[in-house]
């Protein structure tokens, strides 16, 4: 059977999303397949989306971008997890530190042994147990994937840049693949009258553009899938009720923090991104229960410097489109679907809806059954993210209005069924195809105050004095090792400084 090969792809928006569609499509297509994007410098981009988690490595890494030259480039710094303040309860604080804590004994993870050491009176944090954690505590990192013999993994790292500038980035690797830009705004859509594909795109000025694929970038609008497919739209807001964020950038300080700040407030949160440059800050909240002066007031009233930006107000609504694939159209970033930036998955999600489309590419006949499994895959990652967000607001013990609906609010089941495992038994259970993996919900539960009413009987297993050495051993060496590592911001200025070539 000869199939009938994609020949030509047209994304329509720009900014991160479509230029991260265009660099990885033309790096991973070749010459087979023509790309062309179009965006309109008259239309803005949300561009808040400036920390990411691990995974990011890989798009580096399938572009062959050195990551030095990257970070010089988009005024990076290094992120090595997230601080949750006042989430539990104020004054509580804790991080969703990236990396395994300890290393396993057998065929048990880590953390049951220290439950076990916990239940025997312990007082010692899980986090004590963590690199990641203890070298984001102190500010410091370096580069290092294992020391020596002793199990343990070096720092797991991902990364906070300014997005516009990532986008001009990914642009000229785009543009230099042999991606054709074109300035302007799509007016019309026209779909077939039979099958309904979209046919062509018509440009102010007369231009008209045909695609056997189309990729809609354009944002929370959704210019291809939702204004002229009418794809549809699953709204998550009785979860996730927070439905706008005020964004300011302000001055950078010392120290400059490795991992990204997430603080609690009455109706929602405020984010603190750390750049080279600059700080960039946010305030995440529910319009039902505060208003966008207040939610203003209370993001300049809590920054750490002066602001040197105006602040901006941005409306959404959490949930996804019913079809993130629908017929010869592909929704990606906000146009696919919102969920708030508290675990920083908005690049991760695009990242994974291309390595998705790329491992699923069709030929112009559009199997039926290919876009089902594309829409299986990318619904269940949306709802396993949701769920993870949810987890968050919803065990806290906070007195605030907004917190006590988080609280007793109904979840998915599926969270339900996570929660009660355990809180029953310690037990966590992931799928292969779950982005937070049981390290993250262990982290976020334990910092919730979800506590275990017991751990794996196998942690049994070593005797009383065994453990302890067990134990010992691993803060020893994760404390040795971390008083070794250079500050943060001298890392940075060695190896990837602001404008470095």
């Known amino acids: 059977m000869i199939t009938q090969c994609i020949k030509r792809i047209v994304i329509v928006g720009g900014g991160t999303a479509g230029w991260m569609a265009a660099s990885v499509l033309s790096r991973v297509l070749g010459p087979l397949v023509q790309i062309e994007l179009i965006e309109s410098e008259q239309i803005g981009t949300v561009g808040v989306g400036e920390a990411t988690i691990p995974q990011v ?8 971008i050195d990551e030095n030259d990257f970070l010089g480039n988009v005024q990076g710094t290094i992120k090595l997890g997230i601080q949750f303040n006042d989430w539990a309860q104020p004054g509580d604080s804790y991080i969703h ?5 300890g290393r396993s004994l057998g065929v048990l993870e880590f953390y049951h042994y220290w439950l076990r050491a916990r239940w025997q009176g312990s007082s010692e944090s899980l986090w004590s147990y963590s690199l990641n954690a203890v070298a984001a505590s102190q500010d410091r990192f370096e580069i290092f994937d294992k020391f020596g013999d002793t199990g343990l993994t070096g720092l797991v790292r991902a990364y906070h840049f300014d997005a516009s500038l990532v986008a001009g980035y990914l642009r000229r690797i785009a543009e230099a693949a042999g991606v054709v830009r074109t300035e302007g705004k799509v007016v019309d859509v026209k779909l077939g009258s039979e099958d309904g594909f979209i046919e062509s795109l018509e440009v102010e000025g007369g231009k008209s553009l ?10 929370f609008r959704g210019l291809l899938i939702e204004q002229a497919m009418e794809t549809g739209y699953e709204d998550w807001t009785r979860w996730l009720p927070c439905d706008r964020a005020a964004a300011v950038q302000c001055e950078t300080v010392d120290p400059l923090f490795p991992y990204t700040q997430s603080t609690a407030r009455a109706a929602g949160w ?5 750049l080279q440059a600059r700080t960039g800050n946010g305030h995440v909240y529910s319009s039902e229960y505060l208003s966008d002066d207040e939610a203003v007031s209370c993001l300049l009233e809590n920054l750490d410097a002066a602001p040197i930006t105006e602040p901006r107000i941005v409306k959404f609504t959490t949930g996804r489109r019913r079809k993130f694939w629908n017929k010869n159209c592909v929704a990606l970033g906000l146009a696919s679907g919102f969920l708030e930036p508290l675990e920083s998955t908005s690049i991760h999600l695009v990242q994974s809806g291309l390595s998705r489309l790329i491992n699923l590419f069709p030929d112009r006949g559009f199997a039926d059954e290919t876009i089902d499994e594309y829409n299986r895959q990318c619904a ?16 806290n013990q906070r007195s605030e209005p907004f917190w006590v609906d988080r609280r007793e609010m109904s979840v998915p089941e599926e969270l339900t ?18 982005l937070f993996k049981n390290v993250g919900w262990l982290q976020i ?14 942690a049994d297993i070593p005797t009383d004095e065994q453990l302890q050495a067990f134990l010992h051993d691993i803060r020893r060496v994760i404390a040795q090792r971390s008083e070794s590592l250079m500050d943060h911001r001298r890392f940075i200025e060695r190896h990837c400084p602001v404008n470095s070539q």
């Open 210 to 219: 045909q695609a056997d694929l189309f990729i809609d970038c354009s944002g």
């Open 417 to 434: 069924r996570k929660i009660e495992l355990f809180r029953a038994s310690g037990r966590l259970q992931e799928d292969a195809e779950d």
């Open 445 to 458: 539960l334990l910092g919730q105050h979800v506590v275990p009413e017991s751990y794996h009987p196998l």
């Open 270 to 274: 405020q984010w603190r991104i750390p």
């Open 97 to 101: 530190a990236f990396g395994a804590p």
């Open 57 to 64: 490595q890989l798009l580096l890494s399938l572009l062959g």
């Open 380 to 395: 269940y990652e949306f709802e396993r993210v949701r769920d993870f967000i949810i987890l968050h607001y919803h065990k």
